[in-house]
Nanobody, 126 residues
Framework: QVQLVESGGGLVQAGGSLRLSCAAS????????MGWFRQAPGKEREFVAA????????YYADSVKGRFTISRDNAENTVSLQMNSLKPEDTAVYYC???????????????????WGQGTQVTVSP
């Protein structure tokens, strides 16, 4: 069974930083685009960031550009999201996801992803 486990969420003041990590098992993610999504209460799940299978392309939602950085470590089978200059609007449950196809450059839609983690809560206080 493919499992994705997020960690690193928590409570932080506005302007602070958090680093989220996603550890994968049951699937070697080195050949898959990996993504981060988030969902706030009463809101649809939205795209945050993604990184291509080869690590050469990063994609970001306009709302997080310049503040968040996605990276991957294939040796550790992990993907991370460095979140800086956090805002209260960033408060949400953050999900790690693995794309459904190998060797894909891109992937910004929820329906393109086959596996999802349970999510980790990020709360940014004013």
């Amino acid at each position: 069974q493919v499992q994705l486990v997020e960690s690193g969420g928590g409570l932080v003041q506005a302007g602070g930083s958090l680093r989220l990590s996603c550890a994968a098992s049951g699937r070697t993610i080195s050949t898959y685009t990996m993504g981060w999504f988030r969902q706030a209460p009463g809101k649809e799940r939205e795209f945050v960031a993604a990184i291509s299978w080869n690590g050469g392309n990063g994609y970001y939602a306009d709302s997080v550009k310049g503040r968040f950085t996605i990276s991957r470590d294939n040796a550790e089978n992990t993907v991370s999201l460095q979140m800086n200059s956090l805002k209260p609007e960033d408060t949400a449950v953050y999900y790690c996801a693995s794309h459904r196809q190998r060797f894909v450059i891109g992937g910004l839609k929820t329906y393109e992803y086959a596996y999802w983690g349970q999510g980790t809560q990020v709360t940014v206080s004013p």
